[in-house]
């Protein structure tokens, strides 16, 4: 009997620029912490590329006022009461 063959993963690249600054302070950090920059990024989004994929829950979807800082609703101080 054969064995059964894995599905190949399908894999998307994504790139950005940094500074030169910014690439060497990067490449400081992670001698420091014996790591490479990819597995570094891809740690700190870990929670945003692995839990999302089906649906985005509705408190991580942006408001037109994010801060709440126009909404009527909610009472103001005033000084002269």
């Known amino acids: 009997m ?6 190949r ?16 302070s990067l490449k400081n950090y ?10 570094f990024i891809k740690k700190k989004i870990r929670d945003y590329i692995e839990y999302f994929d089906d649906e985005v829950p509705e408190k991580y979807h942006g408001t037109h006022n994010q801060l ?11 000084m002269f009461e």
């Open 2 to 7: 054969g064995t059964k063959r894995k599905k």
């Open 9 to 24: 993963k399908k894999f998307k690249t994504i790139s950005f620029k940094l500074s030169d600054r910014q690439m060497r």
């Open 30 to 39: 992670c001698d420091a912490r014996h790591t490479t920059p990819t597995k």
């Open 68 to 78: 709440d800082l126009f909404n009527k609703e909610q009472e103001t101080l005033s």
